[in-house]
């Protein structure tokens, strides 16, 4: 199956400031990747589908100015949580595809305090 | 609104059962469905794909799907405690790139 490296794993940033989270697709080039958020106990819920050299598609209800997406190369798609505040702690996780599976990064554990 | 759904359990068995995980979706135009396992503070990882009606068969997981039914499972032979984790059943219709997920189910199983 595809690898699908997503970094950081884990990061606590302060009410206010912005993260960025990467995703890289190692082995085969990626147009499309989804970012996908998760509470506790809850399923994943999808924010919005990055596409190469193009703007996102976002879920209804997801802000796209305070989640920005970045899809600038066929490896490589950032989402950025711009002015973090509590409320946006969650398991952020990038996916893509390779024929009709999809492949997860490893997850970004976010934590706003 | 296209669902799936999952019982979201707790389900518990003992070690060495026969776990049996179930999901339905309301899309009658999803053709491919996955079952994937999620351990605690972990990404999913692919268990079992299944596309066609019938059962499909990977070492201790089988996959069963009846599209007639709109029903998916997943049974898990001798369950070991390694197997302890959330399942996440998941759809996709025709050609859309992205999965839609269900609530999953948190499987217990007992040593």
């Known amino acids: 199956g595809a690898v699908v490296s997503q970094h950081p794993s884990r990061v606590i940033c302060k009410s206010g400031t912005s993260v960025k989270i990467e995703c890289r697709s190692l082995d085969f080039q990626a147009t499309t990747m989804f970012w996908y958020r998760q509470f506790p106990k809850q399923s994943l819920m999808l924010m919005a589908t990055s596409n190469e050299g193009s703007k996102a598609t976002y879920e209804q209800g997801v802000e796209k100015d305070k989640f920005l997406i970045n899809h600038a190369s066929l490896t490589l798609s950032t989402l950025t949580v711009t002015s973090a505040h509590p409320e946006d702690s969650s398991f952020y996780i990038c996916?893509?595809?390779?024929?009709?599976?999809?492949?997860f990064g490893q997850g970004t554990r976010l934590t706003v305090v | 609104q296209k669902e799936v759904e999952q019982n979201s359990g707790p389900l518990s068995v003992p070690e060495g059962a026969i776990a049996s995980l179930n999901c339905t979706y309301s899309?009658?135009?999803?053709?491919?469905f996955f079952w994937y396992r999620q351990y605690s503070g972990k990404s999913p990882e692919l268990i079992m794909s299944i596309y066609s009606n019938g059962d499909k068969e990977d070492g201790r997981f089988t996959a069963q799907l009846n599209k007639a039914s709109q029903y998916v499972s997943l049974l898990i032979r001798d369950s070991q405690p390694s197997d302890s984790a959330t399942y996440l059943c998941?759809?996709?219709?025709?050609?859309?790139?992205?999965?839609?997920f269900g609530s999953g189910t948190q499987l217990t199983v007992l040593p």
């Open positions: 899309d009658r135009g999803s053709q491919s």
């Open positions: 998941a759809s996709r219709s025709g050609s859309a790139r992205q999965l839609t």
């Open positions: 996916s893509t595809g390779l024929n009709t599976e999809a492949f």
